[in-house]
């Protein structure tokens, strides 16, 4: 479990924001853990399968506690990011290499925690859990279209975020 | 956004992402695991879910349930012949009577309400349709700037 807590906490809480419900959807991941002792002990992709359990409870977590405030909670929220300008990484490879470790954490994982829900969901389960467009679409109940407008929307927002701190970064106003 | 920017931006958040150390776990996960573990496991059989019954109570309670079906199927079948049930079934009619009246009195405040309408101007009908329609947007606006308000003001306390 020591092995594999900081990964499953981390999955759940890049996904659902917040650090207690997190930990609740970490503890659940370990009790499916232990009800499944005997395959897991075995298997390769004990990792895999624990990740992948901490995505599914986390989004039946956002799903069921956020749907019925869809509505109000994305009331006019894309109309900050309506015209994000394009934004330029000068040295994307060397980004962040002058800070450490726990600075570069923190920075960015504000930077993501400030998204919006519907913003960075689909940026997580794309970049981090490598899932396709049409499977995250599929995941979270919305069109191909709108997963990518979101995603691509996310990328520009978070770069905007990151900008305001590093100088690596250029804003090309277009 | 060009697709040129678009890539290079995707790999650029690709990059900074990717390059981010997992969260560390709360201190207290792994006790609240095993406490958790612990406190399923003293349960009682009864109180857990089916799947954690032992199989004989499980076998058991699937042979009396089809039995009490059977029993409950058979016993309707053998009661509703006999000339108690009908007895029975003429009571039930009796002491249901006011769903007769009630059925009445919901066709009588229909056809009232038809005439009304019919001689109602329409535009009068419009109008009080649109005013239940801008008042039922100007709640929910209002519902939804107070939630996002609230929202965000708890957010960036």
Redesign the interface.
Known sequence: ??KY??????TS?RLVRN?AQA?DI??EV??KA?ENFEMLSTSPSAGGWLKTVATNLSLNHLQRYRKR?K???E?GSDSAEED?P????AA??T??DSVD?DE??AW??DA?SKLPDHQRIPLVLY??EELPYDEIAGRLGVSLAKVKTDI?RA??A??KI?ARGDASFRI?A? | MNPYNSDKLEAAIHGVLRRLPDRKAPAGLEGRVFAELARRAALPWWRKSFSHWPSTVRMGFVAGSVLAGLLMVLGLITLSGTQSAHQVSGSIANSLAWLTFARDLVSTTEGKARILLAATPSVWLYGAVGTVAVCYAALAAIGAATYRAVTFARQAS
Do not use: C, K
């Open positions: 479990m020591r807590q900081d990964m499953v906490f981390t809480v650090e930990e970490a503890q370990f009790i232990h405030w509505f109000f909670s009331f994000a394009a934004v330029e990484f994307p490879d980004f962040f470790s570069r954490r960015v994982e993501l970049h981090f691509l990328r520009a978070l770069a990151l090309l277009t």
